[in-house]
């Protein structure tokens, strides 16, 4: 936040003068108010902002605020001229084009912001209302089927058909997880990362731990969301596919990346050894749908298959939280 964000309010130019390493000295121009002598925190936050090119000049404007947001369009080593003509460019270029881009930002996350609404809306009304007629429905077909003394094949006939309701609601239920929370508060995260493990071993009956270590500082609402869905779509293949007794997840999550572990005792994958995200493409082998995610976060995965089970690799970057263009 510091490195674009220092200085002083309004717009100036940074400038340094001389070519000798020895001798140089920066300048700092103020539109209003003429030439100062900058910070030592100013130039060395203007350094930071070059990454290892060499820096001779930086300009600095505000961009007015749309809403809750503000901006500043930052312009490095400009071609060299009369310093107020260069400012006042560069300052018409970022009042005309900068409140753009920060009300296109906003209403992105507006946009998000009502969709998660609608998705929270819809997990409510199947949890209320699809998820308990069902719920009530089995109970009634179970007394029925307890009280009524019918044939054996129609005794088994309610028995499946009683069955066929647990698992709808069973789907259900993970369909919900899916809708909500489609955002949440990064403080909540463990929380939520502890019932999605908590409902497989009870839905599931395999045995599962958990081993989180989550920084929730390091989290912004849409990671928090996008590893729930991971987590909860390798579990969905573990209960389905592999015929485990026993899960082991492990989240290790601090400022910069997040390490998701997910290992079972399962039959493994259609093949022996370790496979990288490139390799499974390569070889159209592995879970599909994680591994498109892994992909859209630009995160990395690795899975070990054998026949003592399987166990995957997820590392992804977590964002800093702030839009920079």
């Not at 925190?41 to 300009?59: K, M, Q, W």
């Not at 947001?69 to 060299?80: E, Q, V």
């Not at 009502?114 to 007629?133: C, K, P, T, W, Y």
């Not at 995260?189 to 989550?214: C, H, K, M």
Request: one cysteine or more.
């Amino acid at each position: 936040m510091a490195r674009y964000f220092s200085g002083p309010p309004g717009d100036w130019l940074l400038i340094r003068e001389g070519n000798d390493p020895k001798r140089r000295t920066w300048r700092l121009w103020l539109q209003g108010t003429g030439t100062v002598e900058p910070s030592p925190e100013l130039i060395r936050h203007a350094g930071a902002l070059a990454s290892g090119r060499d820096l001779t000049s930086v300009i600095s404007v505000d961009i007015p605020p749309v809403g809750e947001w503000t901006g500043r369009f930052l312009l490095l080593n400009p071609s060299k001229g009369d310093k107020e003509s260069m400012v006042t460019s560069v300052a018409n270029l970022a009042r005309h084009v900068g409140p753009a881009m920060l009300a296109k930002h906003e209403n992105r996350l507006l946009r998000m912001h009502v969709r998660a609404e609608e998705r929270a809306f819809l997990a409510r009304e199947l949890h209320d209302g699809v998820i308990q007629s069902l719920l009530g429905l089995g109970i009634r077909l179970h007394m029925l089927r307890r009280r009524a003394g019918l044939e054996e094949s129609a005794h088994d006939t309610l028995a499946a058909i009683e069955k066929d309701i647990r698992d709808q609601v069973v789907s259900l239920r993970r369909l919900t997880e899916h809708l909500h929370p489609a955002d949440l508060e990064p403080s909540r995260l463990s929380g939520y990362v502890a019932s999605i493990v908590q409902r497989f071993q009870r839905e599931a009956g395999i045995a599962a731990t958990l081993d989180a270590t989550l920084d929730a500082a390091a989290f912004t609402p849409s990671t928090c969301v996008e590893l729930l869905r991971v987590l909860q779509e390798a579990l969905a293949n573990i209960r389905r596919h592999s015929g485990a007794r026993s899960v082991h997840v492990c989240v290790r999550a601090h400022p910069g990346s997040c390490v998701l572990e997910i290992s079972d005792d399962g039959s493994g994958f259609p093949f022996d050894g370790r496979l990288t995200l490139d390799e499974l493409e390569r070889t159209l082998q592995g879970p599909r749908v994680i591994m498109e995610r892994v992909r859209a976060l630009g995160g990395e995965l690795t899975i070990e298959s054998g026949s003592s089970g399987a166990r995957l690799e997820i590392r992804f970057p977590l964002s800093s939280g702030y839009a920079v263009a």
